[in-house]
T-cell receptor, first 117, second 112 residues
Framework: GAVVSQHPSWVICKSGTSVKIECRSL??????MFWYRQFPKQSLMLMAT?????????EQGVEKDKFLINHASLTLSTLTVTSAHPEDSSFYIC?????????????FGPGTRLTVL | EDKVVQSPLSLVVHEGDTVTLNCSYE??????LLWYKQEKKAPTFLFML????IEKKSGRLSSILDKKELFSILNITATQTGDSAIYLC????????????FGKGTSLLVTP
């Protein structure tokens, strides 16, 4: 099956710093990547949809200036949490779909656990 | 507003038991329903269902979709402690590039 990687796996940072999370599709071209957030004991919530070469579409309630998404190539999307605060601490997961995978099937990265002190 | 509702929220069973997890949905433009298993990290894909009445099977797990009644079930037979996880149901939304709308999940604990 298609493989999606995320980096880093976990990160601890101080309040006010920015953190970048990378999501890569390793063996297929991901025309669309999705970013989800999962708080403890809750389900995954879609944050944004990013299509290669165009601006991301954010879900209601997600601040686009705070969560910057860049999908510059067919194998890489990045999520930057700017000026992170403790309430941004969460598990961030990306998924990818696109050319070479079954339409409407997505493959998830392993996730990035962010802790903001 | 699209909704995906899973039940029960939490379940504790003994090894060897059979469990049935439920997922009902209300979406404006249905294409597919997916089941995932989540342990400590990201969800792992189990099944994708697009047609009513066709059972999908993988080992001790099976799932079926009823598009008329708008629900799906996930069955696990002869449960093992390794089946302990959160099981997530999601519906794909073709209007947003097939982004997934997840239910809250069912937390399954299988005790020895």
């Amino acid at each position: 099956g298609a493989v999606v990687s995320q980096h880093p796996s976990w990160v601890i940072c101080k309040s006010g710093t920015s953190v970048k999370i990378e999501c890569r599709s390793l063996d297929f071209q991901a025309t669309t990547m999705f970013w989800y957030r999962q708080f403890p004991k809750q389900s995954l919530m879609l944050m944004a949809t990013s299509n290669e070469g165009s601006k991301a579409t954010y879900e209601q309630g997600v601040e686009k200036d705070k969560f910057l998404i860049n999908h510059a190539s067919l194998t890489l999307s990045t999520l930057t949490v700017t000026s992170a605060h403790p309430e941004d601490s969460s598990f961030y997961i990306c998924s990818a779909g696109g050319a070479g995978v079954v339409v409407n099937e997505q493959f998830f990265g392993p996730g990035t656990r962010l802790t903001v002190l | 507003e699209d909704k995906v509702v899973q039940s029960p929220l939490s379940l504790v069973v003994h090894e060897g038991d059979t469990v049935t997890l439920n997922c009902s949905y209300e979406v404006t433009n249905f294409r597919s329903l997916l089941w995932y298993k989540q342990e400590k990290k990201a969800p792992t894909f189990l099944f994708m269902l697009t047609s009513s009445g066709i059972e999908k099977k993988s080992g001790r797990l099976s799932s079926i979709l009823d598009k008329k009644e708008l629900f799906s079930i996930l069955n696990i037979t002869a449960t093992q402690t390794g089946d302990s996880a959160i099981y997530l149901c999601a519906v794909g939304n073709p209007n947003s590039g097939y982004a997934l709308n997840f239910g809250k999940g069912t937390s399954l604990l299988v005790t020895p």
